[in-house]
């Protein structure tokens, strides 16, 4: 509801990762985060029903690697959840 959860595997040597999203299949993609420490990230910034893609690119001290093969996710709001009252009738 509202968030998109990633992860992905660890490259070796790596030492941060930035995250990329974008609105169409095959990109544009803009960085959402940069400096990542660890193969996980949380995109806030979302809208149900909205489907967003993804790339991750892996950084070391020499430079970027390339973007990661795209994923998709389409947030959407937890269904409705339907409580039920019970009553309890007592007769003495």
């Given at each position: 509801n509202g968030t998109v959860s990633l992860a992905w595997s660890a490259s070796?040597?790596?030492t941060s990762y930035t995250v990329k999203r974008?609105?169409?299949?095959g990109g544009p993609y803009a960085s959402i985060a940069s400096d990542v420490a660890s193969p996980t990230s949380v995109d806030n910034a979302v809208v149900n029903g909205t489907p967003?893609?993804?790339v991750v690119s892996a950084n070391n001290p020499v430079g970027a690697s390339?973007?990661?093969?795209?994923a998709s996710a389409t947030p959407k709001a937890p269904s409705?959840?339907?409580v039920s009252a019970l009553t309890e009738s007592m007769f003495l």
């Open positions: 070796a040597g790596a974008g609105l169409a299949p967003y893609y993804y390339g973007d990661s093969n795209e409705d959840l339907v």
